[in-house]
């Protein structure tokens, strides 16, 4: 037998290692072209699937003007409309005759666990059109990741200009992002870019290069980026601790928001209505409710969210009887029902159809309310 070099030994040694290595990644390479269920993906083509943003002056960032249909939670179709809503399009000067109902929130109102046009404002369209309200038109101005200020400052710069009837604010969550902070929101909050996201972007040639080649690739990147920024469910997870304490500051500029909110819509002759926020999250929580309620995002323990959500409501309703809006109550009756959740404010297509019910039967009261020019009443 010949006798090898110690050089050789060693190839020979990790020739197998080198094989096995390769034959995994040729089989990791082959499921992932195979068997996902996002087919072939690169970090472009993602990004055409999912919802776009662009910067604002008055919001931190809108949906672009131009007609998407991008893929959500569980892979579920949205449509953009041409507009930058979702749902149907709509003409910018409201037609003759037709009452226009605009909803503004975030990732609550654009009701993003249901696909198509079953997100709860657009069934309260249909609802209310099919209970005697046919000229009745639904324009969802919800954009996930608004809080208070951010629909304020899209309604102040644009949504004026739809001429809505009837503009409903349904937000808090959002909100609390900055709720145990002492800095003011103009100092917190950074200006959206749109290159920010490397999960969709590329970072050099070399990345793009193994991006188009490699779907194994793109598979461990993603959840490698993922990973380094703590991506969840409502994007990059803040960091810090825990807290239960909320600052007066907050509560108050959450109070501004609203105020504002209120009086826009009275200053161009729109009826404005307050909703209160439907939760999973209540004194009484479960262990595995708690499991599906996403602290970190609030930066608030869970006794820390029962206090905030309990310092919200109250602000809506101290400033719907002070100013003359509306107030429609979602939580009292839809408010810690779990098969109605996906997680602390989310709905299922159960919960969203329960709200839209709920919502469209109050609206009607409104609406008849309106019609015979009665004063507006707690809900």
Not at 93 to 115: E, H, L, N
Not at 251 to 274: D, S, W
Not at 336 to 358: M, P, Q, T, V, Y
Request: charged share 25%; net charge neutral; hydrophobic share 35%.
């Amino acid at each position: 037998m010949p006798e090898y070099s110690l050089k050789k030994k060693i190839l020979f040694s990790l020739l197998p290692a080198l094989v096995a290595f390769f034959l995994a990644l040729l089989l990791g390479e082959l499921y992932a072209r195979l068997f996902s269920q996002y087919g072939y993906v690169t970090p472009e083509i993602l990004k055409n699937r999912s919802l776009q943003y662009e910067p604002s002056i008055f919001s931190r960032y809108v949906f672009p003007r131009k007609e998407l249909n991008p893929s959500g939670y569980n892979n579920l179709k949205y449509h953009i409309n041409g507009k930058g809503y979702r749902g149907h399009d709509f003409e910018v000067s409201k037609p003759a005759g037709t009452i226009r109902m605009m909803f503004y929130g975030g990732s609550a109102v654009f009701d993003q666990a249901v696909g198509g046009d079953n997100d709860w404002p657009h069934r309260v369209e249909r609802i209310l059109r099919g209970n005697g309200f046919p000229n009745l038109e639904v324009i969802n101005a919800g954009v996930p990741g608004s809080d208070t200020f951010d629909s304020f400052g899209r309604f102040f710069s644009e949504g004026h200009l739809f001429q809505p009837d009837y503009v409903v604010l349904y937000n808090a969550w959002n909100d609390f992002e900055y709720f145990t902070k002492k800095d003011p929101i103009l100092r917190q909050f950074q200006p959206y870019l749109a290159g920010m996201d490397p999960r969709v972007n590329y970072q050099n040639r070399p990345d793009k290069f193994f991006c188009e080649h490699s779907q194994l690739y793109v598979r461990l990147r993603s959840r490698y980026y993922n990973w380094k920024f703590r991506i969840g469910p409502e994007g990059s997870q803040p960091q810090g601790e825990l807290s239960e304490q909320i600052t007066d500051q907050a509560l108050r500029q959450y109070q501004i928001n609203v105020e504002m909110f209120v009086e826009l819509a009275k200053n161009i002759g729109a009826t404005p209505i307050l909703m209160i926020q439907a939760r999973l999250v209540s004194p009484d929580n479960t262990e595995a409710e708690k499991k599906r309620i996403k602290y970190q995002y609030a930066l608030l323990t869970h006794q820390g969210l029962v206090k905030a959500f309990s310092a919200t409501d109250q602000i809506l309703r101290e400033v719907a009887q002070n100013q003359g809006a509306f107030l429609i109550d979602a939580n009292q009756e839809l408010g810690a029902k779990s098969d109605l959740f996906i997680d602390h404010i989310h709905l299922n297509d159960l919960g969203s159809r329960a709200l839209a019910e709920l919502a469209a039967a109050e609206l009607e009261k409104i609406l008849k309310e309106k019609s015979r020019g009665q004063e507006p009443e707690e809900k």
